[in-house]
């Protein structure tokens, strides 16, 4: 074999110098990829990093363009395996030095390249000549060590570590079902590049449809994936020195960083200071950061882009001038140079014009040197065709905004001169269709993770939780911790998604680039132009996105597009640089830009931040340019500057260098183990004394919810602001999350999704109590006590909470009254009522009945019948609707309606576009509500922190100050109103049709039947929120085992909160082991029950149900009466009970008295002077009151109030009504007094409790035994 190599060598030296005439050597066809294996450096270092390319618009769950984990790998050839690339063994640590543990098992398997081994050879002759062609030998004995060429298959190359370029584009049960395909390949052993790009096939289970956007026809799907390996020398700066990034000083300033772990001299491991970290950051020493543009810039979709990207960056050089950053250059700004994104040898700017429905708006990871933390490598993936695709959403948000009057009208608006319309022909007409000081140090926040929540369940009638590995599969909790999970990495990875945007109330300007004056963008056809006011009123209504003209829409996406396009690439080239999220920056209001400052800058109004690495709440706060703290984070991590300030009057700055510091560090990681920054402090706190250096607030992803100030799209200074944002966002956001909204893909399933995105934006406004807990744990602590379920923080509150200047100054103050804010917004979302209808129907035979109907109910029944309207009515008013019940067989009409209502069942319109019978077009808000009431019961937060030290609960908490309902007591009104009609609760407003607020002919207390409206095969949901399986739950029920489920809560001493509360709305099961003092048993289908002094819902509610206290005889006594006494207690024509006590006091001296009294309790007080005797006297023997001039009746106080509570509020309200009811009751009196002379036998039925023969009367009696029977037992 030997000998014909080297006659083939010899023959291949001949030939070289032969002539034309002489006979050439003859070679075989090589493969174009194929290597010579002496070519491939496997001695030296190489950086590897695995990413996707190119990914399909419709595939949801793919991440194109995205990066995995760069490796430092070496490579070597194997006999099975062909090409291995394996991480260098993990003690390689610096450069030039070589790990202590050397041998090839300590080397991770990264990546594999399959092929063949070859070697070539002379053909001989018979005589063993060479026959000058070549041969591929092909012996037996070939030792593969020996060959001299490897022919790659890259279509099988395939990666064995486990990387984050995994999550980009699997999911579960997907399988590749073709063969991979080569895109392109890339071997120069010159240039040390080895570079793979292959296109591989999935197809995902129908099982995970949903996963994929629920069309089947997308469970199909292509992939690109790209390899990228590159010699480290080839890469790195020989001039770049390190920058040690120690433990404070990420505290300070964010920076992505490399964490290294160096082992002890013996080996050992685990020890503290034995890790060292190292800044990322680009060479600063480079004359440019050289990027390429994709080829997708040149493309037609890309020129309005190319322009934006050059003019922002050419912005963002002038801004960060003086802070170390090179220059950033544009390598080519005219033409395409065919550059690919996952190349490790290129900086790319990356332009996606495809609106890709995985909602992405921009992404900017990085790769460095893992010895150095120099960044060799970074692109930008700007999602263009996403941001584009968020026009209508955002403006339609704005317009919301602005004609609320949030925003300012245009200052250069100049009102319109009126028109002569008279001599206007119509047809030229326009059509109308065309956003502490604190008690405890501050500092980074504890790190906090969203973990699997236990989830409580009702197991045999008693309320258990479930450890994560106790639930089902499918729970709710594991569901919402991997949503969670999914949102957070997506930020944590510098992705930037279409979910997160949002439009603030704080936003200070519209949009700029759009002349609305000129471009027609108000809508004023409503105003008469010719009017004194037309000025006054002009130009304060935008016209909605459908309004507008398509060359409008275009010039409105073109500016929407534009600002939101050059703030994601600011951010992101901010990632690029090294810098990490900074979710402080909403909170930093000392270095917010000032009005001149921003001037200068060259833009009109001032952004509610810090930092562009914030993601700030509203996208039109947002600059596109960076802010005081990013200035400030480049310049130390580039520079090694912080800026120091003078602390007198002067407020001089200067700049110090960490450079010495910096020597010692990379000497020795351990020299200052609290950081440079600190070891500067300690400097110029000798060398400077009266100067400090400059502070900036700071936080970033590990640290998110672990405060609640510390948040991603927040908006507010401090906690009491962000808790008002958080709020406000809520009641802004139920049009566009609830409502289809144009959307083609609404779904009743949505509810999962919702409920998800719900409980997290309530558990960040819910977990401001998690900061009082631990505020109130630190007080009670020093008072020698443990938990104190928030006395020690109120006792706090009402001795330096004080209405003055410093209460605003005081953070203990502000999460105080947060917590009171967010405790009484869960309260309100509960208030909130059901959009309903109060309707008088014409029955056939009943007569004129006065009702109550939910919306969605009226539009189920009625809707279809309306196939040409093919919206949902937004009121009961709505004149399709109106008339069409209007020719019901029994005419309905609509009388007033709930002003403030919002449905809780889903609604589905006759939409012409949906044919799905699980389509709607309204969510309902039945999981809003039962979503609050676990707020303001549960004790523990979303997110499990470290810090938590206690139990406190939003029920805990009522202000010290206000003689209203605390807390506890509105949970319990709201409960109590829902069931038996608890006086006390405040009714809700309903307005006539132009709005006007009008009293109804009933009160309104909503019907205890009314059930949660959610689809049987949403399992998870109706366990989380404790609904029955197979038949419906009513709304009270669910409300009632939510609240007794996530209120449940071990107490230990003399705490009572969570008990009292749980015994006050359930029954009690009767037992020899239960304290019956004071207390009730009785029987209702068969069953026996408790009501102990405790249960204080259950006992009014079993009053009402004529249960209790003696009612039972009394119904019977009624049920018995002569026929000729029940008709004369008809309670028909009386609004309500009230009205009814009022008639039964059968007392005109006390009526005479109760009309003139302007205040009640008056009436039961003798009058000093002049001197007179009280108006009623106590009659101690029988418990009631009688008029001082006539005891011939004798009432309880209880009566006289709502007979007194009735003329008040009829005197002016309903004048002529009153007047009615007065005198029908003194006629009843002489009537009734008739009728005992001639029934003496049922004359103490007349004097039976009205409320009992009321309640037997309209047989409510019955309703709340249908309501007692929903509260839990336990």
């Keep these: 074999m030997y000998k014909k190599l080297a006659i083939a060598a010899l023959v291949s030296i001949a030939l070289y110098g032969c002539g034309a005439e002489e006979r050439s050597y003859d070679t075989l066809p090589r493969a174009q990829e194929q290597i010579v294996k002496s070519s491939l450096d496997t001695e030296s270092l190489w950086l590897y990093m695995p990413s996707t390319g190119a990914t399909p618009r419709y595939a949801a769950t793919q991440r194109g363009f995205f990066q995995g984990t760069p490796k430092l790998v070496k490579l070597r050839f194997d006999k099975t395996n062909g090409i291995v690339a394996e991480e260098v063994d993990r003690d390689t640590i610096e450069p030039d030095k070589d790990s202590r543990y050397t041998a090839i098992i300590n080397q991770a398997p990264v990546l594999k390249i399959p092929g063949t081994f070859e070697q070539y050879r002379c053909a001989e002759d018979d005589y063993d000549e060479c026959t000058n062609k070549e041969e591929l030998n092909e012996d037996a004995d070939l030792d593969w060590k020996e060959t001299t060429h490897f022919t790659p298959d890259y279509a099988g190359v395939e990666s064995l570590a486990v990387d984050t370029v995994d999550a980009w584009w699997t999911a579960d049960n997907v399988e590749e079902t073709a063969e991979p395909r080569v895109i392109s390949s890339i071997y120069d052993p010159k240039k040390g590049v080895l570079n793979i790009e292959v296109e591989r096939t999935f197809t995902a289970s129908p099982d995970d449809a949903y996963d994929f956007g629920g069309n089947l026809e997308d469970l199909s799907f292509k992939t690109r994936f790209f390899y990228s390996m590159v010699q480290l020398d080839k890469l790195t700066s020989d001039d770049y020195q390190t920058v040690q990034y120690p433990g404070r000083d990420s505290s300070k300033f964010g920076f992505f960083n490399d964490e290294k772990e160096q082992r002890s001299l013996t080996g050992e491991i685990g020890l503290q200071g034995q890790k060292f970290n190292l800044l990322h950051r680009f060479n600063p020493d480079k004359p440019s950061i050289d990027y390429y543009l994709s080829d997708s810039y040149f493309d037609k979709a890309g020129k309005f882009y190319l322009d934006i990207t050059l003019e922002t960056i050419n912005q963002m050089n002038k801004t960060l001038a003086g802070t170390g950053v090179p220059p950033i250059k544009i390598v080519n700004p005219t033409k395409k140079a065919g550059v690919h994104t996952g190349d490790l040898r290129y900086n790319v700017l990356n332009l996606i014009t495809d609106p890709v429905d995985n909602g992405l708006l921009g992404y900017g990871p990085s790769a460095t040197n893992p010895l150095t933390g120099e960044i060799v490598h970074a692109h930008v993936n700007q999602y263009a065709g996403v941001i584009r695709s968020t026009s209508r959403r955002m403006w339609d948000e704005l317009v919301m905004r602005y004609n609320r009057a949030e925003i300012e009208r245009p200052d250069e608006y100049k009102p319109e001169e009126p028109l002569d319309t008279a001599n206007i022909p119509s047809e030229t007409g326009a059509s109308i269709a065309d956003n502490r000081s604190s008690i405890f140090a501050s500092g980074t926040p504890i790190a906090t993770q969203p973990v699997v929540s236990h989830e409580p369940r009702f197991i045999n009638g008693k309320p258990q939780w479930l450890s994560p590995e106790q639930q089902e599969e499918n729970s709710f909790s594991k569901s919402a911790a991997h949503y969670t999970e999914q949102l957070d990495k997506m930020a944590a990875q510098n992705m930037y998604a279409e979910e997160f945007m949002w439009v603030s109330t704080k936003s200070k300007g519209l949009i700029k680039g759009i002349d609305y004056l000129a471009g027609k963008y108000f809508d004023n056809t409503e105003l008469d132009n010719s009017a004194s006011d037309y000025a006054d009123k002009a130009n304060k209504k935008l016209k909605s996105w459908t309004q507008l003209s398509k060359d409008q829409q275009q010039e409105v996406s073109d500016a929407i597009t534009e600002h939101m396009f050059k703030s994601t690439l600011v951010h992101e080239f901010g990632h690029n640089l090294g810098l990490r999220h900074n979710f402080m920056g909403s909170m930093d209001k000392a270095n917010f830009y000032q009005d001149d400052e921003v001037s200068k800058l060259g833009y009109d109004k001032m952004p509610a931040y810090s930092s562009v690495m914030d993601y700030g709440a509203s996208i039109f706060d947002e600059l596109p340019t960076y802010g005081k703290y990013d200035i400030a984070a480049l310049r130390y991590g580039y520079r090694r500057q912080v800026e120091v300030n003078s602390t007198d009057d002067t407020a001089s700055s200067t700049f110090m260098s960490l450079e010495n510091i910096d020597e010692k560090l990379r000497l020795d990681h351990q020299a200052y183990p609290l950081g440079a920054i600190d070891q500067l402090q300690k400097t110029i706190a000798v060398e400077m004394p009266g100067t400090a250096l400059k502070d900036y607030r700071y936080c970033t992803d590990e640290h998110v919810i672990s405060t609640t100030n510390c948040n991603r799209f927040d908006e507010g200074t401090n906690v009491l602001e962000l808790t008002k944002f958080r709020i406000q966002k809520y009641w802004d956001n139920y049009d566009l999350i609830n409502r289809r909204n144009g959307r083609d893909k609404f779904y009743d399933f949505r509810l999962h999704y919702y409920s998800f995105s719900l409980l997290q934006q309530f558990s960040e406004i819910r977990d401001v109590i998690e900061d009082l807990g631990r505020i109130d744990n630190f007080l009670a602590q020093t008072k020698g006590s443990e938990d104190s379920y928030g006395s020690s923080v109120t006792d706090y509150y009402i001795n330096f909470c004080s209405q003055s200047s410093n209460k605003a100054k005081n953070e203990v103050c502000n999460t105080f009254d947060a917590s009171l804010l967010a405790a009484n917004f869960f309260i309100d979302v509960l208030n909130k009522p059901d959009k309903v209808c109060e309707v008088e129907v014409s029955t056939t035979n009943d007569g004129i009945i006065n009702s109550f109907i939910p919306l969605s109910d009226i539009w189920k029944r009625f809707g279809p019948n309306l196939q040409n309207k093919t919206d949902l ?275 005109t001296t006390a009526l005479g008295i109760l009309k003139k009294a302007p205040h009640f309790e008056s009436l039961f007080r003798a009058r000093p002077f002049p001197p007179a005797p009280a108006k009623f006297s106590f009659d101690k023997e029988n418990n009631c009151y009688s008029p001082a001039e006539d005891s011939s009746r004798c009432h309880t106080k209880e009566n006289l109030l709502a007979a007194w509570n009735t003329i008040r509020n009829y005197k002016d309200d309903n004048p002529e009504y009153l007047e009615t009811l007065l005198t029908d009751a003194e006629s009843y009196s002489t009537y009734i007094a008739d009728e005992i002379s001639k029934i003496p036998e049922d004359a103490d039925i007349y004097d039976i409790d009205p409320e009992v023969i009321w309640l037997w009367e309209n047989h409510e009696y019955l309703q709340y035994r249908y309501a007692l029977e929903q509260l839990p037992v336990l």
């Design 873 to 1147: 009515p937004l009121s009961c008013f709505d004149d399709d609707l109106v008339a069409t019940m209007a020719q019901d067989y029994e005419p309905i009409k609509v009388l007033s309606e709930t002003r403030d209502g919002r449905s809780l069942a889903n609604m589905r319109a006759n939409n012409p576009y949906q044919s799905s019978a699980n389509a709607v077009d309204l969510l309902g808000v039945w999981p809003d509500k039962l979503l609050a009431a676990q707020m303001l019961v549960k004790r523990s937060g979303y997110y499990y922190s470290s810090q938590d030290r206690s139990n406190m609960a939003l029920i805990d908490i009522s202000s010290p100050y206000l003689s209203t309902q605390g807390t506890p007591q509105k949970l319990k009104t709201y409960l109590g109103y829902l069931g038996f009609g608890m006086d006390s609760f405040p009714d809700p407003i309903f307005v006539d049709k132009d709005g006007k607020r009008t009293s109804t002919v009933k009160r309104y207390v909503p019907n205890i039947k009314r059930a949660v409206d959610v689809p049987e095969y949403l399992v998870g949901l109706k366990r989380y929120f404790q609904l029955s399986k197979k038949t419906v739950t009513p709304m009270f029920a669910a409300l009632l085992r939510n609240v007794v489920a996530y209120g449940s809560a071990k107490e230990y001493g003399l705490a009572d909160s969570s008990q009292e509360l749980i015994d006050d709305i359930t029954l009690t099961q009767p037992s020899s082991s239960r304290d019956e003092n004071d207390s009730f048993e009785f029987s209702l289908k068969t069953r026996r029950y408790l009501i102990t002094r405790r249960n204080g819902l259950a006992k009014r509610m079993a009053e009402k149900a004529l249960l209790i206290n003696g009612h039972q005889e009394k119904l019977e006594q009624l049920r018995n009466a002569n026929p000729r006494t029940k008709r004369n207690l008809d309670t028909s024509g009386l609004k309500n009970i009230n009205d009814f006590k009022l008639v039964m006091l059968r007392d």
